[in-house]
């Protein structure tokens, strides 16, 4: 992929993400940082029945925090639990398109850590 397509994908995510704000009638919550570059998100899902109804995002972040929070929300609402769990590290790569440098992992998986967290440590969200 060529520096343009990536302007074009990871900007475009960061200047128009979608699922961002705040999600009424959330049932999981969850906030993550990362120190080293100041991006903090909250992450708010709704689950019933082992399903990922709608997931929000909100906070700070850089362009590759906001760009990777807006896929992977695209990928995880209305899908199971159990689908959900069989999300890797490596998918969150994938959906940006782009190498991601060491320095900028963390970054990239802020909100993969933070619904990585929800549904693997609140009790009712197991299907």
């Keep these: 992929m060529d520096n343009e397509l990536y302007r074009e994908l990871i900007i475009g995510h960061y ?7 705040v999600l009424e009638g ?3 919550t969850r906030h ?3 120190p080293v570059c100041g991006d903090e998100l909250n992450v708010q ?7 990922i109804e709608d997931v929000a995002v909100s906070g700070q972040g850089c362009a590759i925090s906001v760009a990777a ?4 929300t ?7 639990i159990s689908e959900v769990r069989e999300l890797t590290e490596d998918d969150v790569f994938d959906l940006l398109e782009v190498p991601i440098t060491y320095t ?3 970054c ?3 909100c993969y850590t933070a619904l990585w967290n929800i549904i693997e440590h609140d009790e009712d969200t197991n299907d």
Excluded: C, D, F, Y
């Design 104 to 106: 900028r992992r963390k």
């Design 15 to 21: 200047k128009a993400p979608q699922n961002w704000g």
């Design 32 to 34: 993550e940082e990362n």
């Design 69 to 72: 929070a807006s896929m992977l």
């Design 26 to 28: 959330s049932t999981h």
């Design 74 to 80: 695209e990928e995880v609402k209305e899908r199971s």
């Design 45 to 51: 899902m709704r689950i019933q029945n082992g399903r």
């Design 108 to 110: 990239a998986l802020l």
